[in-house]
T-cell receptor
Framework: QQQVKQSPQSLIVQKGGISIINCAYE??????FPWYQQFPGKGPALLIA?????SEKKEGRFTISFNKSAKQFSLHIMDSQPGDSATYFC??????????????FGSGTQLTVLP | GAVVSQHPSRVICKSGTSVKIECRSL??????MFWYRQFPKQSLMLMAT?????????EQGVEKDKFLINHASLTLSTLTVTSAHPEDSSFYIC????????????FGPGTRLTVT
């Protein structure tokens, strides 16, 4: 119930292409879904996030699509660039005991954008 | 805004010694701080959650006597790895949040611990 399943494990796209990463969850207590980008040796950085009352959110080249009934959400990176090459993590957030919000991370997707 | 720092960024220590990692929220007061561990090419695993002024809550399987967490102020949390062993070598990442205002956790840059 705590897991967030992420696919694919790795993804290679050509420059200018669309990168799509998918995530699924089971626990309906999750109510906030951020995506993080992590470069080697660095901490994760928030990319974009969505709440379940919205089906899509777009920020620049990054779009989250959210399907509440299917408990699935995905990240689309339009016009992918070599600088987008990084590991991407989806996550799901919920209130845990003691009122602190906890994140559960997906397993990560290693994205490589070829020049 | 919402900057979190960690110190040191890298540390090498000998087996059996203890090492302390600091996590600071630089421009906001963090009521809650989180400590994660990340092995190469793997995801972040939550180790513990700490609220300022109270004891940390450890995730199942994390030894509280080995990974000592102190959250003494609203801007500082420390993780001490006691009697470190090579299997403790990992990338340790902290994050901070301010309850009531933001859903977000703001992550530090991580600390690479190598135990020889």
């Amino acid at each position: 119930q705590q897991q967030v399943k992420q696919s694919p494990q790795s993804l290679i796209v050509q420059k200018g292409g669309i990168s799509i990463i998918n995530c699924a969850y089971e626990n309906t207590a999750f109510d906030y879904f951020p995506w993080y980008q992590q470069f080697p040796g660095k901490g994760p950085a928030l990319l974009i996030a969505i709440r379940p009352d919205v089906s899509e959110k777009k920020e620049g080249r990054f779009t989250i699509s959210f399907n509440k009934s299917a408990k699935q959400f995905s990240l689309h990176i339009m016009d992918s660039q070599p600088g987008d090459s990084a590991t991407y993590f989806c996550a799901a957030s919920r209130i845990s005991s003691g009122s602190a919000r906890q994140l559960t991370f997906g397993s990560g997707t290693q994205l490589t954008v070829l020049p | 805004g919402a900057v979190v720092s960690q110190h040191p960024s890298r540390v090498i220590c000998k087996s059996g010694t203890s090492v302390k990692i600091e996590c600071r929220s630089l421009d906001f007061q963090a009521t809650t701080m989180f400590w994660y561990r990340q092995f190469p090419k793997q995801s972040l695993m939550l180790m513990a959650t700490s609220n300022e002024g109270s004891k940390a809550t450890y995730e199942q399987g994390v030894e509280k006597d080995k990974f000592l967490i102190n959250h003494a102020s609203l801007t500082l949390s420390t993780l001490t790895v006691t009697s470190a062993h090579p299997e403790d070598s990992s990338f340790y990442i902290c994050s901070a949040s301010f309850q009531g205002i933001s859903y977000e956790q703001y992550f530090g840059p991580g600390t690479r611990l190598t135990v020889t």
